[in-house]
């Protein structure tokens, strides 16, 4: 068995947690608790898995970072639709839904501690 999970790090778990399934519609797989404070969280999608850590340990978010080095491709059935309902729940905008010559459609949004998401739909 073979799986990727990424491991993306906030300040504030339990914030990203809940904006990553109401804005971007993950569905929650827990939040880890050790004395009061979220240590670690999951969210999926369709059965695919990311991680919420801690930014410790070396990681950091791009705001603590005041860098960007990365970011997450999701792809969705309906990137108008997804598009429509992040946009309904304040989410930042990157960029509105497009048709791209690498074969998806697809818009840019970017969470309260700065990770660039792009949602995408595959074109035929």
């Known amino acids: 068995m073979s799986d990727i999970i990424p491991v993306v790090p906030y300040g504030d778990i339990k914030s990203a947690h809940d904006f990553l399934c109401d804005a971007l519609q993950f569905s929650s797989a827990g939040l880890h608790e050790v004395d009061g404070t979220v240590v670690h969280g999951e969210v999926q999608l369709e059965g695919r898995r990311i991680w919420l850590h801690a930014a410790a340990s070396g990681l950091s978010t791009p ?3 005041k860098a960007q080095t990365g970011g997450v491709v999701v792809l969705v059935a309906d990137v108008d639709a997804h598009f429509a309902h992040a ?38």
């Open 63 to 65: 705001n603590q970072a």
């Open 87 to 124: 946009k309904s729940r304040g989410a930042a905008i990157l960029s509105e839904p497009t048709d791209q010559d690498y074969g998806q459609r697809e818009y840019g949004v970017k969470d309260p501690e700065g990770h660039s998401w792009w949602i995408a739909t595959p074109t035929p």
